[in-house]
């Protein structure tokens, strides 16, 4: 059973572009949360989605950043017009069920992106 | 909002030492706490998950204990060695997320 899987692992971005972030969940998970680690920062929640909902994205910036877990296909990090600041670590982790409940998250290996 | 402090942020041990790492919350209501470690430029890899009605859990040399109602986890570390020269973070599980420590940096002499 594959783990938790994001591409790309590094991402180079110019300022003003944008960046898209792809999470693929663990097989059998429904449930998508995505984390950000900014340099010296510890892990801070962005947003958690079900499968064509999003939950809760009380953590993401309010412009530039968006998310989606579409039906079909991995679940999608958008940051448009990115600035230097974006420049963290995003990682994406997923569960069998989500809230109030018990279950572990498992987190995959990471996107690192950079903005030049 | 839940904060997460771990203590100390860093500390160099010689191997064989016993390390213990502190990790402290402000809500109690919580499902369960984890501990992972993270090693620099990568993913996390999970240790130990104590749910909330659970005292302890133990994998191999670490041990992880919770006191839910004083908002407390230590993650004990028997006879360290190199090897475990890593971050180690703590998270505690609200609702629909994971609150994160800023993580104990961890350096073993050898």
């Known amino acids: 059973n594959a783990g938790v899987m994001q591409n790309p692992r590094h991402l180079v971005r110019r300022r003003g572009q944008e960046a898209r972030l792809r999470c693929s969940p663990m097989?059998?998970?429904?449930?998508v949360y995505w984390y950000r680690q900014l340099p010296e920062e510890g892990l801070k929640f962005m947003v958690y989605l079900q499968k064509e909902n999003i939950i809760d994205e009380s953590g993401m910036p309010k412009e530039r950043f968006s998310a989606e877990f579409p039906k079909e296909g991995p679940s999608i990090l958008r940051i448009q017009q990115v600035v230097r600041g974006d420049s963290a670590a995003y990682f994406c982790a997923s569960s069998p069920i989500g809230q109030g409940v018990i279950y572990e998250q498992y987190f995959g290996p990471g996107t690192r992106l950079t903005v030049t | 909002k839940q904060e997460v402090t771990q203590i100390p942020a860093a500390l160099s041990v010689p191997e064989g030492e016993n390390l213990v790492l502190n990790c402290s919350f402000t809500d109690s209501a919580i499902y369960n706490l984890q501990w992972f470690r993270q090693d620099p430029g990568k993913g996390l890899t999970s240790l130990l998950l104590i749910q909330s009605s659970q005292r302890e859990q133990t994998s191999g040399r670490l041990n992880a204990s919770l006191d839910k109602s004083s908002g407390r986890s230590t993650l004990y570390i028997a006879a360290s060695q190199p090897g475990d020269s890593a971050t180690y973070l703590c998270?505690?599980?609200?609702?629909?997320?994971?609150?994160f420590g800023k993580g104990n940096q961890v350096v073993v002499i050898p």
């Open positions: 097989k059998g998970h429904s449930h």
């Open positions: 998270a505690v599980k609200g609702n629909n997320r994971l609150a």
